[in-house]
């Protein structure tokens, strides 16, 4: 009787406490969003030219006499080296996806998760030491390269790091289809490619495609690694072997030293918002796209 | 690390305990972080020692560090401890008021000091402390001996033209493709300005497209692996990978080596002194404290570390004159 009480009592709050935490996401997110947006504002739309932001690739933000904010070859960095790392992490990726969730035995299973698990528990700014390191001296060696710290570099490391990712969240997608479709796919007389290439694939397709988006997600967002590997140069890179630098790296290394609400400063926390965007648009088009395949489906 | 794509895209009900965790996390940290902050800001655990703050320039960071473990043997009522984060980092720091004391690489801008005496209610106190020189690094496998400012100039400045070490009378086996890559810091290290400064002055900037590493090491180190290479960095991070080059003022004038006795006597043409800013007026353990990095003791640690130590000509610690202008 009593305890039949006290849990009426108790449920309400339980019900507020979990509304709140759900609440609080969103609070947070959007809190982020208005504290990185305020502190740029100012600069935004008082004396950044918007266009030359956009267009220019004259980033001189402590010059003496002619300060400059041109960050196209800071737009130019991000996409090169996610998009080559993208191109490297993919494939891999799915492949290792695939082969764990239907081809290997169980022990080999174990194994290999724990070791990709392992690759991402690699600090981003030990992968950037063997970026400047070992990768740097590798690269010119190879390619006999004038320098080694170049959008290939971080691009590799990029893709080594967006791997883990793609795999686990692949394998899950890869999981989740019921074993009634590929035992109906064998019964038809299916080989084990076709079963891949024709049932598993297109039914584990949104997950999938989500697993790539998280590894976008997380090739964007990387900050020391490529900070490190990239080798920081302020150039639109023309080939692979060429240095540039991203939008992260650009904040991490500056904002420390730049003077608080100065236009430098708040130029930064306009790339910050800029990144903000460019995440939250690939975030929203996974989310589009995968209600757009269930939708078709079902 | 068991990622589920729903969880993450998705506000699934079944997502919620994650999301609640998280949340709960970062008010927990948030706590914390303020408690933590309350705390440092009231002078540390222990009462009855008086804590220096210091932070500031990157260059200066392990010169800091030793002097502060010094100081401790010598007074052991007194903690120094020491932060990096540089230059701008330290002033930012000094105008909030949570240090007592920033090194720093470069002078303090008119409004910097304008800020830090608004908020200490006097302005900050000027003291040179030493002096680095910025050694201009090459790998061992450059045949080149010295360059001068001008050519420095060629390679680095926005309208030089150098960008082939056969324009400079050199071509080396490792670096077949003869092209030179430019090493430098971020566009607003305390070093960065100075060697801008020292080679084109003021009113010209440095050509873009050159590696802005982060940290005076990493430059010596990158160096010490690509024999293209050219570079900068304080004379005290040199090691067994790379070789300084002598540095002449003008074409035809002797080149001079980045020495000691080179900077003490400014014949080196790329020297800089480094200073230390007080939080308005110093306290008596802050007076004593710079009086001891200004002594012979204090002053032997910077040559120790690799540094250049006062000479005799050096400004007497300032009355906040030099500071103020």
Redesign the interface.
């Known amino acids: 009787m009593n305890w039949r009480r006290l849990e009426s009592r108790v449920e309400p709050v339980t019900e507020l406490v ?1 509304r709140l ?2 609440i ?2 969103i609070l ?1 997110v959007f809190g982020i969003f208005f504290f990185v947006f305020r502190e740029g504002a100012g600069f935004l739309f008082g004396g950044l030219d918007i266009v030359r932001f956009f267009t220019s ?10 300060k400059q904010y041109g960050a196209l ?1 800071l737009i130019a960095g991000t996409g090169a080296v996610t998009v080559l790392a993208m191109v490297i992490a993919v494939p891999f990726g799915l492949g290792t996806a695939i082969f764990i969730s239907e081809f290997c035995s169980p022990r080999v299973k174990e194994t290999l998760k724990i070791v990709i ?1 392992l690759l ?1 528990a690699i600090p981003s700014v030990v992968w950037g030491f063997i970026g ?2 070992v990768m ?2 590798l690269i ?1 060696r190879l390619f ?6 170049t959008v290939l570099n971080a691009g590799i490391i990029l893709a080594l790091m967006s791997e ?2 793609i795999v ?2 692949g394998e ?2 890869l999981k989740a289809v019921p074993d009634s479709y590929r035992e109906a796919a064998l019964a038809l007389g299916a080989t084990r490619w076709q079963v891949i290439y024709r049932v598993l694939l297109p039914a584990a397709k ?2 999938l495609l ?2 790539v988006l ?1 590894g976008v997600g997380r090739a964007i967002g990387e900050t020391m690694a490529v ?2 590997a990239t ?5 639109i890179p023309t080939s692979l072997l060429d ?1 540039a ?1 991203t939008l992260t790296a650009t904040i ?3 904002l ?5 609400h100065s236009d ?1 400063y708040q130029v930064l926390f306009i790339v910050g918002v800029l990144l903000f965007m460019i995440t939250f648009v690939v ?1 929203l088009a ?2 589009l796209i ?1 209600k757009g395949i269930q939708k078709k489906t079902s | 690390m068991n990622f589920s794509a729903e969880k993450i895209f998705v506000c699934h009900p079944s997502g919620f305990g994650r999301t609640c965790g998280l949340a709960g996390l970062a008010i927990a940290a948030l706590v914390a972080v303020a408690c933590a902050g309350r705390e440092g800001g009231e002078g540390g655990a222990a009462p009855a020692k008086t804590v220096i703050q210091n932070a500031g320039s990157d260059t200066m960071v392990n010169l800091a560090q030793a002097w502060a473990e010094e100081y401790a043997a010598v007074h052991p009522e007194v903690s120094v401890e020491v932060s990096g984060g540089g230059t701008g980092t330290g002033i930012a720091a000094l105008i909030n008021g949570t240090v007592d004391l920033v090194n720093a690489s470069r002078k303090m801008e008119p409004d910097e000091i304008e800020k830090a005496t608004r908020e200490a209610g006097a302005p900050p106190q000027e003291y040179v402390v030493g002096h680095d020189a910025l050694a201009v690094y090459v790998n061992l496998s450059n045949p080149l001996e010295e360059i001068s400012i001008a050519q420095l100039a060629g390679i680095y400045g926005q309208d030089g033209t150098t960008d082939k070490w056969s324009q400079l009378g050199v071509r080396f086996p490792g670096c077949d493709q003869d092209q030179i890559i430019r090493i430098s810091r971020q566009s607003n290290s305390g070093t960065y300005h100075y060697f801008r400064e020292a080679l084109l002055g003021t009113e010209r900037d440095l050509k873009l497209g050159s590696l802005d590493l982060h940290g005076s090491k990493d430059v010596v180190e990158v160096i010490g692996r690509t024999p293209c290479a050219i570079g900068y960095s304080g004379m005290g991070y040199a090691t067994a990978n790379v070789k300084t080059l002598r540095v002449a003022r003008q074409p035809g004038e002797p080149a001079i080596a980045p020495t000691v006795e080179n900077t003490q006597d400014n014949s080196y043409p790329i020297a800089r002194p480094l200073y230390i800013y007080t939080h308005g007026v110093p306290s008596a353990a802050v007076r004593a404290y710079l009086d001891w990095v200004r002594s012979e003791a204090g002053q032997r640690i910077v040559a120790e570390t690799g540094y250049v130590p006062l000479t005799g000509a050096d400004p007497k610690p300032g009355s906040g004159k030099g500071a103020a202008q």
């Open positions: 979990i935490c759900g609080s996401a947070f690739t004259s980033w001189y933000p402590t010059s003496v006499s002619n070859a698990e991402a400047l390191t740097n001296q010119i006999d390269a004038p320098i080694g710290l883990p990712i686990s969240i899950d997608a949104s997950g989500a697993a998280l900070l490190m080798g920081h140069a302020v150039q240095s630098r991490a290394a500056e420390g030293e730049a003077p608080v430098h975030n996974a989310d995968v």
